[in-house]
């Protein structure tokens, strides 16, 4: 099943190329060619080959879920961008972690509260608190942005599929985007429809997952995913020999470096010290795709071993 998508993918991003007119970033066949080869890697998984993910974007250098932050990470070559969705009073998605704007702006209130308008007029703070000249952007927007220069992950994005569908589908990205999620497979095709044959999905897995060798199974043998993401708390967690058997059937292994709690102790402060410790023994235990705070630390980790490009 997932050599006969990556058939139809280059098919339809070929045709796109010549369909969905100019890029914000770049409208140049070079950045087309960026998510063509990100897409190949990402179909064809060898332990090679291990790909980047930048939490909520370079929120180090940029407000976290900004325009700027998710260009901050095409201009370094990052593979995927993790965005936060959620949706105003009048409908919109925009991004944002939290439910209210509260922390990361200038502003105060429920997002869901707030028409698009409103949230337009605050000013995003940076990580000292102070505000920017960046604001809020619309899902849009941001599609609009990373359209043919990086793969984006939809966090906190299942109450709002079918809006974020319209959304990818209008900015013709659609093979761009990947969703996930914890649900079971019947839940998750009774929940996502027909679009589930049109999305790239994720099941997500951690050692509390119910019956989590009958779930992982049902989903190979149901959707035959690109991806597993895998949360695990310790170096002897029973999720090991889980990610053995997903790898058998060639899919990809996401882990988190965020904290501890997704990765036991191989996080990403870790790896300021330490990377083969912190990143290197994730890569050892199974890991290709890994999710990181730290995205221009791990590239160059990575392309010091030869594992990136």
């Known amino acids: 099943m997932i050599r006969i998508r990556l058939i139809f993918l280059t098919i339809i ?44 974007g370079d929120w180090r250098n940029a407000p976290e879920n900004s325009i700027q932050a998710i260009k901050n990470c095409i201009e370094m070559g990052v ?12 409908s919109v998605l925009v991004l944002m972690h939290d ?5 990361t702006t200038t502003g105060t209130g429920k997002i869901s509260d707030m028409t698009l308008t409103e949230l337009k007029s605050v000013q995003l703070l940076n990580g000292c608190d102070r505000a920017t000249k960046h604001r809020i952007p619309t899902l849009e927007e941001a599609m609009q942005v990373a359209k ?7 966090d906190k994005c299942s ?14 990205t659609i093979e761009q985007v990947i969703f996930k999620g914890s649900k079971s497979i019947d ?68 882990v988190n ?26 890569i050892d235990n199974g890991a290709n795709i890994i999710q990181t705070d730290r995205p221009e630390l791990l590239l160059k980790y990575l392309r010091k071993k030869g594992l990136h490009d």
């Open 13 to 56: 991003l070929f045709s796109f190329q010549f369909l969905s007119g100019s890029n914000i970033v770049s409208g140049s066949s070079e950045c087309h060619l960026r998510v063509k080869k990100i897409l190949s890697d990402l179909y064809n998984p060898t332990d090679l080959c291990v790909l980047v993910v930048a939490h909520r």
């Open 79 to 90: 593979d995927i961008v993790e965005i936060d969705v959620r949706m105003t009073k009048d």
């Open 99 to 103: 439910n209210t704007i509260d922390r």
């Open 148 to 154: 043919g220069n990086i793969m984006v992950n939809l």
């Open 159 to 172: 109450n709002y599929m079918d809006k974020a569908f319209e959304v990818i589908d209008k900015t013709h």
């Open 187 to 254: 839940q998750v095709k009774e929940k996502y429809g027909s679009i589930l044959e049109e999305i790239i999905y994720m099941p997500v897995i951690k050692e509390s997952t119910s019956h989590l060798r009958g779930f992982v199974d049902d989903f190979i043998f149901e959707l035959g995913p690109v991806a597993f993401e895998v949360i695990y708390k310790s170096d002897d967690s029973p999720m090991f020999d889980v990610i053995q058997t997903i790898k058998k059937q060639e899919c990809r292994i996401w």
């Open 257 to 282: 470096t965020l904290w501890e709690s997704l990765c036991g102790e191989h996080t990403d402060d870790l790896a300021v010290d330490d990377p083969d410790a912190a990143w290197g023994w994730v």
